[in-house]
């Protein structure tokens, strides 16, 4: 299979110093791209500035914004099996990315923000017959109830639910829904070990 796996969090400019973003560390997306090459999957690798180390095979490129991520999907997207949505998208973004940085000054500031663009909704409405869409959703509360109904309004194949927590961690607990089929949660597990869960559980879709 050809996996285009999506990892970190995205970065929206206010100015040419500053950004809004989240704590996002791309680990989970990394480590899925090592599980898909480590059983023999092509991998392309859609990830922003991390601390992380590439992954030996895989195609990578490089974005920082939501647009950008969203472009580089789009135009690799109708050459995947699968598309896995592990990075931390913005939700929001500055109406307007200043071309000067900001003078500190005494006076309050307020930044208009907009949304970004739904990636894995888009992703979603326009698979093809065979493709798959895998979505992570990350939900401070009714995970599971919350996490379901992203699988269902995005036309997904397949969601992983994760609390907070598992933000910058080295191990998680998970929840993960394919489309037809009940949950499967594994517990307090390294994400190398819920990575290669996931791609299992994503070629048995096929």
């Known amino acids: 299979m050809h996996f285009l796996i999506t990892a970190g969090g995205t970065r929206q400019y206010i100015d ?13 997306g990394y480590a899925l791209a090592r599980a898909a090459l480590g059983v ?13 180390r590439p992954p030996k095979g895989a195609l990578l490129f ?16 109708a050459r995947c099996d699968c598309l896995i949505m592990a990075a931390a998208v913005s939700d929001y973004a500055p109406a307007r990315e200043l071309k000067n ?7 309050s500031l307020t930044i208009r923000l907009e949304p970004t663009v739904d ?17 992570f959703a990350l939900e401070d509360s009714e995970l599971q109830k919350r996490a379901a109904k992203k699988l269902k309004e995005k036309e997904l194949d397949m969601v992983i639910a994760n609390s907070c927590a598992a933000i910058g961690a080295d191990r998680a607990t998970v929840y993960i829904k394919a489309a037809r089929s009940g949950w499967t949660e594994i517990t307090d597990a390294a994400k190398s070990t819920i990575a290669k869960k ?8 096929i």
Do not use: D, Y
């Open 101 to 107: 940085k900001i003078k500190r000054t005494r006076k």
């Open 62 to 77: 490089h974005v920082e914004t939501a647009a950008e991520m969203f472009e580089t999907v789009k135009a690799h997207f």
């Open 16 to 28: 040419p110093v500053r950004f809004i973003s989240n704590a996002s560390s791309g680990k989970m």
């Open 119 to 135: 990636i894995l909704k888009w992703a979603g409405g326009h698979k093809q017959p065979g493709q798959i869409i895998v979505g």
């Open 40 to 52: 023999g999957h092509k991998v392309t690798l859609v990830t922003v500035p991390t601390a992380q």
């Open 198 to 205: 996931i791609i299992a559980e994503i070629e048995k879709l």
